[in-house]
């Protein structure tokens, strides 16, 4: 979670979007006993839900008052993407106050406004000017800068796979965490929040942490690590689900429920969530990325759970009963 700093509000992006789900589900018409009681778990499960709820009624009020384009998809549009991703980002901006905050600690306008994006959900693949492939994952952002000295791509969110082509111009690609080169090389990059995560599959590869003044790390083929700005994991092998997106595939091999369920949650809208009680349970697979609601139903068949929808945005995979 987040600390308040300087007056911003103390909630993450991830519970701002819970926020900005039930508002929407609240505004689009009565809720049954069912959503109500869902609401009010969320709503009482941690002073964080509390928060965020009591910033974006706020929010909303002050939106009445409003005369921008965000402001009217906010208020007006149907229960859709934009009117989410208006209301999400007002709620962060907090309509002044938070301003500095979001700016600071989430950075949501420049990817907002990146050469190239994925929406949730959805892979997007190009072929750059020098003939590199780059793969972006859902809800992926880039920038690039290629001039007569270099080609650089920064990674603003998400992840890529990169296939390099042969260039004179070294190739760079620089995440909030450090800048990694390739020659020659196909690999994989993933930006997480304060950390990022390289998977090298083949050709040469090299890491430079933005804060390390040391010499830069080789990494071979066929290893990945995490790396902060100060310091790098150790490399291991590379896992199952290394890259599988690209193909269009979530592979798990013995996978806690729990992080199987964060992966898929990063493809569709909503939130997914996780019974504790059935957390820990493992699986293996390779399940098809563009049809969530078939995993879930293959969860049901493989495991002893049972998907819960509150509502078509608000699913648990709970025990079953």
């Known amino acids: 979670m987040n600390n308040p700093l300087n007056g911003a509000p103390g909630f993450s992006t991830q519970v701002a ?77 907090g309509a002044g106050s938070a301003a500095a905050w979001g700016l ?32 972006l994952n859902t809800n992926s952002a880039v920038d690039l800068h290629f001039d007569g000295q270099q080609r650089l791509i920064r990674l603003l969110e998400g992840e890529i796979m990169l296939s390099s082509a042969d260039d004179n111009r070294p190739l760079r690609v620089q995440t909030a965490e450090g800048l990694v080169q390739a020659e020659g090389a196909r690999l994989n990059l993933r930006q997480f929040k304060q950390r990022s995560q390289l998977a090298v599959f083949s050709g040469r590869v090299s890491l430079s942490p933005t804060a390390f003044n040391g010499a830069p790390l080789l990494v071979p083929p ?45 493809y569709r809208r909503g939130q997914l969530n996780c ?28 495991l002893p759970v049972k998907v819960r929808r509150f509502t078509r945005y608000w699913v648990t995979v709970q025990a079953r009963a």
């Open 104 to 135: 600071r600690e989430h950075n949501p306008l420049p990817p907002l406004l990146a050469d190239y994006r994925s929406p949730l959900g959805q892979r997007r693949k190009l072929t750059l000017d020098d003939g590199s492939l780059l793969q």
């Open 222 to 266: 066929a290893r990945q690590l995490s790396f902060s700005a100060q310091a790098w994991d150790t490399p291991t092998a590379l896992d199952a689900n290394s890259g599988a997106w690209s193909e269009g595939m979530l592979v798990a091999a013995h996978m806690r429920l729990a992080d199987f369920l964060d992966e898929l949650g990063r």
């Open 17 to 93: 979007e819970q926020a900005v789900h039930w508002l929407i589900e609240i505004q689009s018409g009565a809720l049954s006993p069912r959503q109500q009681q869902a609401w009010q778990q969320w709503h009482d499960a941690h002073s964080e839900h509390q928060r965020a709820w009591e910033h974006i009624q706020r929010v909303n009020q002050r939106l009445r008052g409003m005369g921008s384009p965000l402001a009217h998809a906010a208020l007006n549009a149907p229960k859709s993407s934009s009117r989410r991703q208006a209301l999400k980002l007002l709620l962060i901006l």
């Open 275 to 302: 019974d504790p009680r059935v957390a820990d349970l493992l699986l293996s697979g390779s399940y098809p990325l563009d049809d969530s609601e078939r995993i879930l139903e293959l969860l049901e068949i493989s």
